[in-house]
């Protein structure tokens, strides 16, 4: 199948912008619960009228402060409480906010003030203020700097008392859907990253379509409301579709700074959301917990019997929800629930016990995770989507989930495969340009379909599967063009592999630099009673590398001969943000590798001959 479409179930809103529904709400249910706040390590709920007060208040003073309809400010902060109160703050006076990772360079962060000409700047930290400040010299509109931890918002709210109310309301009734909202800049995983300009009609069209089509995600279940703990990155489009979503659908928001299992697990306990958001390595790091913590407690082989189960059980499930398969038997669905309480359980209270729904998007995720999540009582709607895209342009779908593709395009758009297999997206979450740079969006807008770069391909349900971006092709010396991601991801579903790199353009076969997850080979070297090594020592030990290497050659069963990994290096450090080797989202960046490290890529073809075959042998 060539294109697929979904026919919308909302209308496009005629009017309005996204500050409305904070006003709304609070107008109709000023005593709901619209936000839970973590102070002095206690969740509190902050009620749809404080949210609009707070709101209204902090608008008042970024209008006495001299911000103006149209002007755009800057947030560099983590995921917090603040930076919702001041997505809001700014659009209910028609401003328009502009993210920024907080760990961006001092260059990043100029070339992204100076490119939005943004007027004023909201940080989190002193740190930050003196990444800005570096910089400030160069950012001639730039009149305004705002530090969160020396009290910014109780400031800007003194300096809005006088402001009358009505003068913010003129403001909010000035935006229109066709009104800018904000500008987010893509990761720039080649070049500098390019500012995607999103507007209010484009945010309200896509997070009421994601509320109304997966209703039973965002509804409010037997135990009460419905909740999200949100610890995606609110620089990142995925994460600020959740908050705008989240206010809309009246789902309880609550924000966590910190992706450390140390930091969140216990939020996730305490704040007991019913559905979560994430991208696939969150998922893999619960499962990869889950299992370590059975083989501490001498409960390994169980738990990979309830693995398998759970695989099972949801295959049969899925084959049931699409008329292959009767379904579950009387005997799995016995062994299933026999692991109920051994392993599934434990699963979900890892996530605070109130979860059943999950969405991940970002990166692809493994066809048997989801398989396993789902088997164990957590349905994860996996999806696809840019920052062009306003996030998802596809998900799965609840009842028809077809775990290993990204789903279905999101009602009221379509999907195209071109005749080079690229991916191209049609809908009204389609983005209207890059800010500032026209030949840019000339070449990834054509008559309203936006092309992606990525992949893909439709099944005769019109289910997609990304297979790669067309920049991330390797073409070997030989000809041959390989596809990077389906090998990757299978050497890293190995519980030892954290990062896999394939290389091998222009090169007689392809090759992979390889990372290794700290955690597992710690957990490794314990239970078979080992000291614990330096990342040097690791890289070298003998019994190690096999792991590995078997790790290699499982993956080199989903291809020819000729597109294999042929030969791979351990690598003693991990591709980080903060090494230039990912990008904010931790998407790699396959150049900045490859030159980071050029001699152990040279290495593995000088070895050409002697042992280039060894990850075949067992083939």
Known sequence: MREYSVPPVVTAAPAGGLADAVFQHARQDPFGVALGRKTEGVWLDVTSGQLCAEVLALAKGLLAQGVRFGERVAIMARTRYEWTLFDFALWAIGAQPV?????SSAEQVHWILRDAECVACVVEDEDQAMTVG???DRLPHLRRLWQLDTGAVAQ???????VD???VHRHRRAVTPDSVATVIYTSGTTGRPKGCVLTHGSFMYEADTLVKRWESVFAAGPGGEASTLLFLPLAHVFGRMVEVAAVRA?????????????????DLAAFRPTFILGVPHVFEKVFAAARRTAESEGRGGPFERAVEAAVRYAEAREQRAFRTGPGPSAALRMEHQLFEKLVYGKVRAALGGRVRYAMSGGSAMSRRLGLFFEGAGISVFEGYGLTESCAAATANPPGATKYGTVGLPIPGSSVHIAEDGEVWLYGRHVFSGYLNDPRSTEVVLHGGWLATGDLGRLDAQGYLTITGRKKDILVTSNGKSISPAPLEERVRSHPLV???VLVGNDRPYVAALVTLDP??????????RRPQMTPAELVQDAELVAEVRRAVVAANTLVSQAESIRDFR???EQFTEERGLLTPSLKLKRRAIEKAYEAEVTALYRSAGRGADAADRRR
Do not use: F, N
Not at 156 to 162: H, M, P
Not at 250 to 255: A, P, Q, S, Y
């Open 165 to 167: 109310e009505e003068v």
């Open 519 to 528: 955690e597992a080979v710690a957990h490794w070297l314990s239970m078979r």
């Open 156 to 162: 800007l709210v003194a300096d809005g008392a006088e």
């Open 250 to 266: 009246r789902v309880k928001l609550g924000h966590q700074p910190v992706l450390a299992a140390a930091e969140l697990l216990p």
């Open 99 to 103: 993210p920024v990772y907080p760990t």
């Open 134 to 136: 570096s910089v400030i």
């Open 570 to 572: 351990l690598l003693p």
């Open 498 to 500: 954290s990062q896999c």
